[in-house]
Nanobody, 125 residues
Framework: VQLQASGGGLVQPGGSLRLSCAAS????????LGWFRQAPGKEREFVAA?????????KYADSVKGRFTISRDNTKNMVYLQMNSLKADDTGVYYC??????????????????WGQGTLVTVSS
């Protein structure tokens, strides 16, 4: 299984970025997908997750609700994180994750089977 995240970069506060994660080697539709981030000197934290199948169950961290949107395309084996109104506190390495065993109530926990390599997002003027 491989998860390849991309789309990170430098953006000014208030700007937007769209992260993408390409998955291979798994039955994509059967996996819950998530995004986590780790800021310098801080612990890794949950950002957003979408359940398996049609992805009707979605969770967000309180800090990103209303600004970030997670989505999945089961035809392309892709998961996305649209990030708007970015703040300096959103700076960090963003990791995509996948797990076939997740239930809705545990989407936010970091026990995921597979992790991508991360993509760096820097929000700064």
């Amino acid at each position: 299984v491989q998860l390849q995240a991309s789309g990170g970069g430098l953006v000014q506060p208030g700007g937007s970025l769209r992260l993408s994660c390409a998955a291979s080697g798994l039955s994509f539709r059967n996996y819950a997908l998530g995004w986590f981030r780790q800021a310098p000197g801080k612990e890794r934290e949950f950002v957003a997750a979408i359940h398996r199948g049609g992805g009707t169950s979605i969770k967000y961290a309180d800090s990103v609700k209303g600004r970030f949107t997670i989505s999945r395309d089961n035809t392309k084996n892709m998961v996305y994180l649209q990030m708007n109104s970015l703040k300096a506190d959103d700076t960090g390495v963003y990791y995509c994750t996948a797990d076939s065993r997740k239930i809705v109530t545990t989407l936010h926990t970091d026990q995921y089977e597979y992790w991508g390599q991360g993509t760096l997002v820097t929000v700064s003027s």
